[in-house]
């Protein structure tokens, strides 16, 4: 019985590692800052991508619902909320960026938009 156990071989022996880039072979570790910022900027990007179909959605909606309202006030003010709201939503996603600044100048990181830098600069 310990023959077979030994015989059994249950990993490689160089060990497993991801696909591709996930795996992040060959990496040191001065670029895990630039790893990190880089993943950051892909999820607000794709956050931000999001945002704006969801905004193009609800404008076509609002128009939707205000050609159709036929006279219908409460249809008419619902399209109106819709619509506006949508242009509220997308204005407050492009000051996100200018908001996420200035609360890092207030609070004296400069680096507030660059993660990866102030994680080095910390660990030093």
């Given amino acids: 019985m310990n023959n077979l156990l030994t015989d059994i071989k249950l990993a490689p022996e160089s060990g497993f590692r991801g696909f591709g880039q996930l795996g992040l072979e060959g990496l040191s570790e001065e670029s895990a800052g630039t790893t990190f910022n880089t993943f950051v900027s892909t999820a607000i990007g ?20 205000f050609m159709t309202a036929g006279g219908d006030k409460q249809a008419l003010e619902s399209a109106k909320k819709k619509i506006t709201t949508g242009i509220i939503g997308v204005v407050i996603v492009i000051a996100a960026i ?14 507030i938009l660059n993660p990866g830098e102030m994680i080095r600069q910390i660990s030093q």
């Fill in 98 to 111: 200018f908001i996420f600044q200035l609360v890092g100048y207030i609070l004296g990181i400069p680096n």
């Fill in 46 to 65: 794709v956050m931000t991508i999001i945002a704006f179909v969801w905004f193009v959605f609800t404008l076509f909606v609002g128009a939707y619902g």
